[in-house]
């Protein structure tokens, strides 16, 4: 109980708050070593995940397992996911923390202040002082805070109250098909439904926002073929671009209208369906086109099953091949859905009162339009969480993260690892 409660009060202050050069020397490597997928340009995350592995086996975490997807197009052929395990009082529920190891490019070199790949410390202003660097925020401060939250239990022999496993994926940026996906389809025995997943890879200034819940997501493409005409002579033809034009309000209004739901965890609080991408048909004015290609982005609540609404898509589209005598076709260009992460989920109540403990504001859950790692979790009955407090300058220009929100996060991972019940004892 001593043991504990020191550490609760003196050794989370004290080992955390202290932990600013580690900090910068992990954000410093980690940066100068660039895992930009190959999708991207790059050779994908070895190099970063070979020094990360060396480094925690140098400072007592040396329960480490590598987990490689082959990829030809990287460096050595792989693209490398990284476990590091310490050992809980109990296995039966475990914690896992999840950040990822790739980062996008840097992009103009123009905005930059300074060297993307070299990290600088930064103390003016009223930010306070911060790391400049590419990937600094994204997804560093997640992976260099939960680094530094185990090694306070390690360091000090604490034992967490669930076994922690710290998994540090590749290839988030570009879709996770090297990443979580192939560890899931792959090493899918790694999981279990018992499991509570962090994920520090989005949040708000404030640290507010503990994001639960995904809308479902539907990109389509859609291809309509009609009869090429003379622009003289429509009654010869079959206009596949005013059938299509026609489809793309009959799928916004008749979707509209048939999923209206709101659910304020979202903002928009509605499913959206809209046209956006348009191909090219006719070089001319004067042909009636015979083929007209666009796209639809649609962000759906997770109330709604995707083949639900594709069953509304085929009804919608009978009826405007009918009207126009044309063919309409789709395809599939993107597919996601998700439950949410039960708001009263004991996982997140234990990160909303250790966010609570650290940052002394009060939590909210959202949801989002976008997609994370956490929806294929979540489609496992996995309780995952997106969680961090940051300034959300991801893929910017001088991209930074703040000293101050690195050994907070820090402090509210550590939290849960103990576990709140514990909390519970040294306070009473």
């Avoid at 052929?77 to 790739?102: E, F, K, Y």
Wanted: aromatic share 6%; proline share 6%.
């Amino acid at each position: 109980m001593d043991t504990i409660a020191t550490f609760i009060h003196d050794t989370t202050a004290g080992c955390i708050d202290t932990s600013v050069p580690l900090a910068r020397e992990l954000e410093t490597e980690l940066t100068k070593r660039p895992a930009i997928a190959p999708d991207s340009g790059g050779e994908g995350e070895i190099d970063k995940c070979e020094f990360l592995e060396s480094w925690l086996m140098a400072h007592g975490i040396t329960r480490l397992e590598r987990f490689d997807a082959p990829d030809e197009r990287a460096k050595k052929g792989i693209r490398p996911n990284l476990v590091a395990t310490i050992p809980g009082q109990q296995d039966t529920q475990r914690l896992w923390i999840m950040s990822h190891l790739d980062v996008v490019p840097p992009g103009e070199l123009k905005l930059w202040q300074s060297d993307p790949w070299t990290v600088i410390l930064k103390e003016d202003g009223t930010l306070g002082p911060r790391f400049v660097g590419r990937g600094v925020e994204d997804n560093q401060q997640g992976l260099v805070s939960s680094v530094i939250a185990a090694l306070a239990l390690v360091k000090n022999n604490i034992t967490p109250a669930y076994t922690v496993k710290l998994l540090f994926a590749a290839d988030e940026e570009v879709g996770s098909a090297y990443g979580i996906h192939w560890l899931l389809k792959n090493k899918g025995y790694l999981f279990r439904k018992d499991d509570m997943v962090l994920i520090p890879d989005g949040g708000d200034p404030n640290g507010e926002s503990i994001e639960i819940a995904e809308k479902n997501l539907l990109w389509l493409k859609l291809t309509t073929k009609g009869l090429q005409t003379h622009g003289s002579r429509p009654d010869q033809g079959n206009n596949a671009h005013l059938a299509g034009a026609y489809l793309a309000v009959a799928l916004y209004e008749g979707l509209s209208c048939a999923f209206s739901a709101h659910n304020p965890l979202f903002e928009p609080d509605y499913s959206t369906f809209q046209p956006t991408k348009k191909e090219a048909n006719v070089p001319n004015v004067n042909t009636i086109p015979g083929e007209d290609v666009f796209c639809m982005d649609m962000r759906i609540l997770p109330q709604y099953p995707l083949e639900d609404v594709l069953t509304e898509i085929g009804i919608i589209k009978s009826g405007i091949e009918k009207r126009f005598g044309v063919t309409i076709t789709w395809e599939i260009l993107q597919r996601s859905e998700s439950p949410a992460t039960p708001e009263d989920s004991v996982f997140v109540k234990k990160l909303s009162k250790a966010i609570e403990d650290v940052y002394h504001v009060e939590t909210r859950c959202i949801g989002i339009g976008g997609g994370t790692v956490a929806a294929p979790l979540r489609s496992m009955g996995i309780d995952a969480a997106v969680w961090s407090r940051i300034d959300g300058v991801a893929h910017q220009p001088n991209e930074y993260a703040l000293i101050k929100n690195i050994l907070g996060d820090a402090k509210v991972m550590a939290l849960l690892m103990i576990g709140n019940e514990r909390q519970q004892e040294t306070r009473s």
